[in-house]
């Protein structure tokens, strides 16, 4: 039975900055076999996490459930403040369609709409109650076509785009949402290295907010990792990214925390530098150094 959400007292978190994300004991299993299961994770506003790991280690499965298109077999998921799944409490499909209205999940295929590339923006914003014609809904759609190298192709059927241009136009939708929470599944897979400059270009504006990645002072291909770390005191609408990636490059160029993630286990979680030069686990140093054997 939905009994709704339940709503966390801010002061429960000891009157910081109280986490975007929380989760505890959270467990999925298909076909009685337990493919994840979390003890604990905590995210907090404007991080951008890289989650690593061999493939079939639970990453893809923590993204569904973060983005709440699958239910948890336990434990506890606490999203934006509010209870979603656990003790008791869960939300009913009105929260629950509230809730991912506040963030964008972009898959590893793209899937675009059969309408023109700004059409497929346009629809997006409508879906989530904005007008699409207003100026401000123009402005967005303009400035997320260029933060992803798409300006020049608004007009063109989304149909006709190549491969790595309909990745950037799943990131562009997800941009010009100004969601608070966006999930990322390899969203560089199998692309060349052009359309990965630009497909991380439109990813670091949804970390840094819209209009402040490619074309507003931020190099696609930077030269140092200070250019990567967002101002604390800088825009308060860009999102807290969670990104799944194969590319130990990319989680190191992009990336504030690395999380990595062995058979279903999260078996580290460590600021990017500390993850890479320092890391407890010995399973992910072996994978690390390319020794793990999966």
Known sequence: MDTGAVQRDPAEAGGGQPPL?????????????????????????????????PSGAGKSTLLRLLALVEKPAAGELWLFGRKVWGGG???????????????ALVLQTPVPFRTSVWGNL??????HGQAPGAPESRRRIRQALQA????DKAQQAAASLSGGEA???????????QPQLALLDEPTANLDPGNVALVEAGVRSLWLGLGRGR????????????ELRPNPCGDPGGATVIMVTHNLFQARRLATRVLFFWDGQLVEDQPVD?????ARDPRTQAFLQGKAVF
Do not use: C, N
């Open 167 to 177: 990745q950037r136009l799943a990131v562009a939708r997800a941009l010009v949402l």
């Open 21 to 53: 994300l929380e989760a505890s004991g959270l467990k999925m299993v298909y076909g009685g076999r337990t493919v994840l299961a979390v003890q604990r994770l905590a995210v907090r506003p404007r991080e951008f996490i890289a989650v690593v790991g």
């Open 89 to 103: 409490a869960r939300a009913g499909e009105k929260e629950l369609l509230q809730l991912r209205r506040r963030l």
């Open 215 to 226: 074309g507003q002072g931020l190099d696609p291909h930077p030269g140092g990792e200070q």
């Open 148 to 151: 992803v190298g798409l300006a």
């Open 122 to 127: 346009a629809r997006v914003l409508g879906w």
């Open 274 to 278: 500390q993850f890479f030069t320092a």
